[in-house]
């Protein structure tokens, strides 16, 4: 426990820099930001979790309910729920999408089933913005932290796996710092389509740059009329980027990995001009605006300690440590290491220090709610760790509404009893109480 608190205060610093650093959102970004703040700054709370018929029975079981991982990193993902009155709770748009076109698709295991979560602090807390493109460097600091307890046969594996996806990126890299904050012809936005998808190959959060950008295009210009229902109750609406990559990555439904995810241009704009919810469609105003919010991002995210010079230089394998020290390329490097330490069996953990790292610091700046910094979709994770420690809660189930004024209200149903919130870590692979 000393280490992991020694490990916790060195990078005070890297925990910083992901959480509110969005520096500039669209008017309707600000709205639909402010409004999830407010609905978690009061004194009763509340959140919609969704979850599968099989794994609620678990829960119900077992009386134990798990942090959830992806974006939300280590936290209970769920979503708001605004208060009517005793009985009923309108759903966020992201919820409900959630609850009625995911979670039974995703899962096949009987119909979806919904919990509702009312926080009541005791103490005072803070709600922040979570930036996960950047906890590359995160994952390196404390694999820094930790690199001598791998043994040397997988030091080399993750050595020679960083340096050759590195590799494979450079001249991609290159490219992007040349063309940031610069005109990009027709010319330049086709030939960069192609080394952007090819790139996302080797570097995974490429595809999740990919699925940012292009959501908050469509959230920030459709206008259709359950656009504007949401837009009157402030929120982005997020049903047309959904189900335009379900359309094409119906692999998401199962596992909604959206490093997969590649710039299908000719057919994200064919999508969007035959659905109609965004009336003038601009195809090549669409290209140019995403194109261009893609290189800002992977400027800001990935590349902002790395100079044009540094990328110039190939990386060899004759000296990996200079690799796996510099921390010009931590946020690279991280990246590339979470995704083959994620996807194979090695020892230790890292995944168990990140979150356990990330949730210490939570607790120290008394953290309880998070939300998507990058765009402010709705949704939400629960630091689980501070339950009974900085609020207390009860939890009910939620699985019978009714639509009304085209929203989906909720009814909250019996209270579940010594249902806990758990802050044990526990790899996400090993239970399905989630």
Same mark, same amino acid.
């Given at each position: %426990?000393?280490?992991?608190?020694? %490990?916790?205060?060195?990078?005070?610093?890297?925990?910083?820099?992901?959480?509110?650093?969005?520096?500039?959102?669209?008017?309707?970004?600000?709205?639909? =930001?402010?409004?999830? $703040?407010?609905?978690?700054?009061?004194?009763?709370?509340?959140?919609?979790?969704?979850?599968?018929?099989?794994?609620?029975?678990?829960?119900?079981?077992?009386?134990?309910?798990?942090? /959830?991982?992806? $974006?939300?990193?280590?936290?209970?993902?769920?979503?708001?729920?605004?208060?009517?009155?005793?009985?009923?709770?309108?759903?966020?748009?992201?919820?409900?999408?959630?609850?009625?076109?995911?979670?039974? =698709?995703?899962?096949?295991?009987?119909?979806?089933?919904?919990?509702?979560?009312?926080?009541?602090?005791?103490?005072?807390?803070?709600?922040?913005?979570?930036?996960?493109?950047?906890?590359?460097?995160?994952?390196?600091?404390?694999?820094?932290?930790?690199?001598?307890?791998?043994?040397?046969?997988?030091? &080399?594996?993750?050595?020679?796996?960083?340096?050759?996806?590195?590799?494979?990126?450079?001249?991609?890299?290159?490219?992007?710092?040349?063309?940031?904050?610069?005109?990009?012809?027709?010319?330049?936005? %086709?030939?960069?389509?192609?080394?952007?998808?090819?790139?996302? $190959?080797?570097?995974?959060?490429?595809?999740?740059?990919?699925?940012?950008?292009?959501?908050?295009?469509? %959230?920030?210009?459709?206008?259709?009329?359950?656009?504007?229902?949401?837009?009157?109750?402030?929120?982005?609406?997020?049903?047309?980027?959904?189900?335009?990559?379900?359309?094409?990555?119906?692999?998401?439904?199962?596992?909604?990995?959206?490093?997969?995810?590649?710039?299908?241009?000719?057919?994200?704009?064919?999508?969007?001009?035959?659905?109609?919810? @965004?009336?003038?469609?601009?195809?090549? &105003?669409?290209?140019?605006?995403?194109?261009?919010?893609?290189?800002?991002? @992977?400027? =800001?995210?990935?590349?902002?300690?790395?100079?044009? &010079?540094?990328?110039?230089?190939?990386?060899?394998?004759?000296?990996?440590?200079?690799?796996?020290? /510099?921390?010009?390329?931590?946020?690279?490097?991280?990246?590339?290491?979470?995704?083959?330490?994620?996807?194979?069996?090695?020892?230790?953990? @890292?995944?168990?220090? @990140?979150?356990?790292?990330?949730?210490?610091?939570?607790?120290?700046?008394?953290?309880?709610?998070?939300?998507?910094?990058?765009?402010?979709?709705?949704?939400?994770?629960?630091?689980?760790?501070?339950?009974?420690?900085?609020?207390?809660?009860?939890?009910?189930? $939620?699985?019978?509404?009714?639509?009304?004024?085209?929203?989906?209200?909720?009814?909250?149903?019996?209270?579940?009893?010594?249902?806990?919130?758990?802050?044990?870590?526990?790899?996400?692979?090993?239970?399905?109480?989630?």
């Amino acid at each position: %426990m000393v280490h992991e608190m020694r %490990m916790a205060t060195e990078q005070r610093l890297d925990w910083t820099k992901i959480h509110d650093n969005q520096h500039y959102y669209s008017e309707l970004e600000k709205e639909a =930001k402010e409004k999830i $703040c407010g609905l978690l700054q009061l004194e009763h709370a509340y959140l919609f979790h969704a979850t599968s018929e099989e794994k609620f029975n678990r829960i119900i079981d077992e009386k134990k309910l798990y942090a /959830s991982g992806g $974006c939300m990193v280590a936290s209970l993902y769920s979503t708001p729920a605004e208060r009517m009155n005793d009985r009923y709770f309108r759903l966020h748009n992201l919820g409900r999408y959630y609850f009625e076109e995911e979670v039974e =698709k995703k899962f096949s295991l009987g119909k979806p089933r919904g919990l509702l979560i009312e926080i009541v602090h005791t103490k005072p807390h803070r709600v922040v913005g979570l930036n996960y493109l950047q906890m590359g460097s995160i994952t390196y600091s404390i694999f820094t932290q930790i690199k001598s307890q791998f043994s040397i046969h997988d030091l &080399d594996i993750l050595t020679k796996f960083v340096c050759f996806n590195l590799n494979q990126v450079r001249e991609f890299l290159i490219l992007t710092k040349s063309l940031y904050k610069n005109k990009l012809t027709r010319g330049i936005m %086709m030939n960069y389509l192609s080394f952007l998808n090819n790139a996302a $190959c080797h570097l995974t959060v490429l595809g999740r740059i990919i699925f940012e950008s292009i959501s908050k295009y469509i %959230m920030n210009h459709q206008n259709d009329e359950y656009t504007k229902k949401c837009k009157y109750y402030k929120e982005l609406n997020n049903y047309n980027y959904k189900n335009m990559f379900f359309e094409y990555f119906p692999f998401l439904r199962r596992n909604f990995d959206t490093g997969k995810i590649r710039f299908l241009a000719d057919d994200f704009i064919n999508y969007i001009a035959t659905h109609h919810f @965004i009336t003038p469609f601009d195809d090549k &105003d669409f290209l140019k605006t995403v194109l261009d919010d893609i290189i800002c991002m @992977i400027n =800001k995210n990935l590349l902002f300690e790395l100079s044009l &010079d540094d990328l110039l230089k190939p990386l060899s394998l004759s000296n990996p440590s200079i690799l796996l020290e /510099s921390k010009h390329y931590a946020q690279l490097t991280g990246k590339i290491l979470h995704d083959i330490l994620k996807g194979h069996d090695f020892m230790p953990s @890292i995944e168990y220090h @990140i979150q356990n790292s990330i949730r210490m610091y939570w607790n120290e700046n008394n953290i309880s709610f998070l939300y998507n910094d990058i765009v402010p979709k709705g949704e939400i994770g629960l630091n689980t760790a501070q339950a009974n420690k900085s609020y207390t809660y009860k939890i009910y189930e $939620c699985n019978n509404g009714v639509i009304r004024n085209n929203v989906l209200e909720m009814q909250k149903g019996e209270r579940i009893d010594d249902l806990e919130l758990v802050s044990d870590i526990i790899p996400y692979e090993r239970s399905s109480n989630r």
